[in-house]
């Protein structure tokens, strides 16, 4: 794990000593739709489910009755920032793959897209981090948690189901896990007031700024050890998005494949702390990976398929 870090920061400081490009003539629409379908995805493009139905599962899931034997539940979602739909393609080749494991496990998958519509139709929110995972937390679109595009705070309109969860009582804490200081440490953060709003209202809700994926990880890790974990835990690892944005986010480009595997080795070794935990029987986890956008050349935000689909898995059926 510490060896595929170091490769990926070393790398991306000195793209120019491997002769890399972004551009890839390969990654066009047709290749991508048949990777697509050569993974396994119970749905297809055409019949893609939209982000914001992971709001719906996590709500679905505390309101459920307890299975027997089941004496309380959690949930965690591990985001793969700018991982794109066709990447999963990696996943059956990859030691210590979450994916891997889930699947194996009998987990779901399906296809879904960000943006706001289905594709082809023009998205109507920009295929970026803050609105994709804006969307996933709110299960709202930006005409409502008014979330465009990177850079904008959010009001508490549309509060998170981190915020909401907890102030209503449902679970008693949350943990929001992050590296980029644009979720809440900015001062144009999307969630700045929304942090605020819960200290100040003694909301059991952590938000953690970490100095990278692996420090990410070990603040999961260092959670799920605790016999009173947090009901919720919220979680992103951002390798496939600094790969992408630094050599291209393209499934025939060795980093953007690194970058996947350092997040599933991270995504795995979260699982794996979950399964070790002491309570772990008699807890009801819902364990959900997935994405907030894709990527395309070196870029995302755009209209392209392949910043527009993401994907969605799960242990239980959705």
């Not at 066709?86 to 987990?107: N, Q, T, Y």
Request: charged residues 25%.
């Amino acid at each position: 794990m510490s060896f595929i870090s170091t490769f990926l920061s070393i790398i991306m400081i000195f793209p120019s000593l491997l002769g890399l490009y972004s551009a890839d003539a390969k990654d066009t629409e047709a290749l991508y739709r048949e990777t697509v379908l050569s993974i396994g995805y119970e749905n297809t493009v055409e019949t893609a489910i939209p982000q914001t139905e992971i709001y719906d599962m996590i709500t679905e899931h505390f309101a459920s009755p307890l299975p027997e034997g089941k004496t309380e539940k959690k949930a965690i979602v591990i985001g793969y920032d700018g991982c794109r739909a066709d990447a999963l393609k990696f996943a059956e080749k990859s030691r210590f793959s979450a994916v891997s494991k889930m699947l194996g496990d009998g987990a779901s998958l399906k296809i879904g897209y960000c943006g706001g519509v289905n594709y082809p139709e023009e998205n109507i929110q920009k295929t970026s981090t803050a609105p994709g995972w804006c969307s996933v937390l709110t299960g709202e679109w930006a005409d409502k948690h008014g979330i465009t595009g990177n850079g904008i705070t959010k009001t508490l309109d549309y509060k998170t189901l981190l915020t909401s969860l907890t102030e209503d009582g449902v679970i008693d804490s949350a943990n929001f896990v992050t590296s980029w200081k644009g979720h809440f440490v900015d001062s144009d953060s999307t969630y700045k007031d929304e942090k605020a709003y819960c200290e100040e209202n003694g909301i059991n809700v952590a938000f953690k700024i970490c100095m990278g994926d692996t420090a990410s990880a070990r603040a999961v890790k260092n959670d799920l050890k605790q016999s009173d974990c947090s009901d919720f835990i919220f979680a992103i690892y951002e390798g496939t998005d600094h790969a992408g944005h630094s050599f291209g986010f393209s499934v025939n480009n060795p980093i953007y494949k690194a970058g996947f595997r350092l997040n599933e080795i991270l995504a795995y070794k979260t699982i794996k702390e979950i399964e070790k935990r002491e309570s772990y029987e008699t807890e009801d986890w819902l364990i959900i990976i997935t994405s907030d956008h894709g990527g395309f050349g070196t870029e995302h935000g755009g209209s392209a398929i392949q910043e527009r689909m993401v994907f969605i898995l799960a242990n239980k059926e959705f």
